[in-house]
Structure formats: C-alpha cells, structure tokens
C-alpha cells in the first residue's frame, strides 16, 4: 500500500556513539487537511518517535488546543492531541510565551525527551510571513549520565501479555 503524502520533512542528525542520533521532523499540517492525510502523517510520527530523541516542530494548524489542560474543541484536534499521547511527546512552546500567529497557538516544538529542547523563544516573524519565527537549542549532553534508577519502557510493551520492558541503567 502507499503512504499518502505529507508535508513534512525528516532529517537524522547523527551522534558520537555516547549521545546517539536526533531524528528532527519539520512538518506543515493544512487547516483543511483531510482525516487520510493527518492519519498518514500520524504513522510518521509513530515511526520517529521509537528514536532516542525526537525533535519534531512546525504548523499542525489546531488552534483550539489548550495545551496547559491537554484539551481540543474539535475532533481532529483531539486525534491530534491522541497522537501527542501515544508517543510519549512533550510540546515545548508555553502558552503563556505568547501565540504565535493571530492569537493561536499553532506552530509547536515536540520532543521525546524532556530536558532535549531548551532556551525556546519567539524571534518575531521573518520576511512578510505571519507566524512568528521559533528559536531553540536542542540540547546534548557530552556523555551520558548514568543513572542507578530502574525505569519502565511502555514503548517495548506487549499489553496483550501484560508485559513491560525495564530499561537498565
């Protein structure tokens, strides 16, 4: 079967042996889009976020999401905020920085791994453009720090047979 196309754009940036490799997504996501496409679109973002580090960011044009209380009015937008859920993806832009064009709060930053994205600012808009430009730095750490604590890995889950991965230190 073939995909259905989707306005985005997928690049790996590739690490040391210690750090890893990024995968960055830039998307554009038509208010008008249809259900096939935001699905298609969907399976991508499944896809890159079973990588170490995610940094995915564009115009997902849902301007009814409250992303302080994680709520949508319409149903695309809760498809949306569905897919944010099932990957574990955190939105890094804060509502109370200000919107970022016409009052909504359209172009995000998501990522993965929370503490990967910081210093996320709003640069004023380029050109004749009307959404505002999104600076940020993706953040790695030289080595990686080692921890003593056991966690859950939900991704290596088989919820059909109860089981979990624990991810060692």
């Known amino acids: 079967m073939d995909e259905e196309p ?4 997928w690049v790996r940036i590739k690490g040391r042996a210690e750090t ?3 995968i ?4 554009y996501r038509p208010s008008n889009q249809e259900d096939c ?3 298609a679109l969907y399976r991508q973002i499944g896809a890159a976020s079973c990588s170490q580090a995610l940094v995915l960011m564009g115009d997902f044009s849902h301007p009814d999401i409250c992303w302080r209380n994680n709520t949508a009015g319409h149903k695309q937008s809760r498809r949306f905020l569905e897919c944010v859920d099932d990957n574990f993806l955190l939105q890094v832009i804060e509502e109370v ?3 970022t064009r016409r009052g ?6 998501l990522t993965n791994k929370d503490g990967l994205v ?4 709003l640069k004023g808009n380029l050109g004749c453009s009307d959404h505002e430009m999104v600076e940020h730095k993706i953040l790695r750490a030289a080595r990686k720090a080692h921890s003593k604590l056991t966690a859950l890995d939900f991704r290596r889950a088989d919820f059909d047979l109860g089981i979990v991965g624990i991810v060692q230190p």
């Open 37 to 39: 496409l935001d699905e």
């Open 20 to 22: 890893g490799d990024i």
């Open 118 to 121: 910081g210093n996320v600012k």
């Open 97 to 99: 920085i200000e919107p």
């Open 6 to 9: 989707t306005e985005s754009l």
């Open 104 to 109: 909504a709060m359209l172009d995000l930053v």
């Open 24 to 27: 960055v997504g830039v998307c």
